[in-house]
């Protein structure tokens, strides 16, 4: 079971839309539409953005969206602001009803 | 509004093992799942496992000989060990609420373990 694999680093200036991708295998990603996305700032708990691929938790705003194609996941944030600067890892159920984690992808506001 | 807080030792021997009690407020541990996940210093994620309320378990493959989840319903508590700990060990240790068998929507706020001698 390998970690899934996002970019180490992103970044966008305010307004901006900014994608990350979350790459896994036909054993994670590509044949199960169960990834979901957290949102982690510096010294806090993870907190869940996206799940079930596109599916946004209550309170969480609209500016953030998941979809999928094939293998990748990805997670898109619109009209960046400078409270989205953190890390942002994807997740993935996989064969033998484990959980994967991505890498991370460090998401600097210009 | 569920809360997780975990709780245990902050430091633990080599070879020792880890053992982590999460406590679950504001809700009934009842009918969900509930998952330990794991951070090491400056780096990634990294799923341990988790548990049903009835006590049915699946765990990460490369942890799976050394670690044991358990519930207790009565207390509201689930509890995590990690047997022969090493240094890579070491890991800010989150508890969660695990909903829809594969995303988790309550975290703990974390709490550091540090093996060493």
């Known amino acids: 079971q390998s970690a899934l694999t996002q970019p180490a680093s992103v970044s966008g200036s305010p307004g901006q839309s900014i994608t990350i991708s979350c790459t896994g295998t036909?054993?994670?990603?590509?044949?199960?539409?169960?990834v979901s996305w957290y949102q982690q700032h510096p010294g806090k708990a993870p907190k869940l953005m996206i799940y079930e691929g596109s599916k946004r938790p209550s309170g969480v705003s609209n500016r953030f969206s998941g979809s999928k194609s094939g293998n990748t996941a990805s997670l898109t944030i619109s009209g960046l602001q400078a409270e989205d600067e953190a890390d942002y890892y994807c997740?993935?159920?996989?064969?033998?009803?484990?959980?994967?984690f991505g890498g991370g992808t460090k998401l600097t506001v210009l | 509004q569920v809360q997780l807080q975990e709780s245990g030792p902050g430091l633990v021997k080599p070879s020792e093992t880890l053992s982590l009690t999460c406590t679950v407020s504001g809700g009934s541990i009842t009918n969900s799942y509930w998952g330990w996940i794991r951070q090491p210093p400056g780096k990634g994620l990294e799923w341990i496992g988790y548990i049903y309320y009835t006590g049915s378990t699946n765990y990460n493959p490369s942890l799976k000989s050394r670690v044991a989840i358990s519930v207790d319903t009565s207390k509201n508590q689930f509890s995590l060990k990690l047997s022969s700990v090493t240094a890579a060990d070491t890991a800010v240790y989150y508890c969660?609420?695990?909903?829809?068998?594969?995303?988790?929507?309550?975290w703990g706020q974390g709490t550091l373990v540090t093996v060493s001698s």
């Open positions: 997740c993935s159920y996989a064969a033998g009803s484990t959980l994967v």
């Open positions: 969660a609420r695990g909903e829809g068998y594969s995303y988790f929507d309550y």
């Open positions: 036909s054993s994670d990603v590509g044949s199960y539409n169960l």
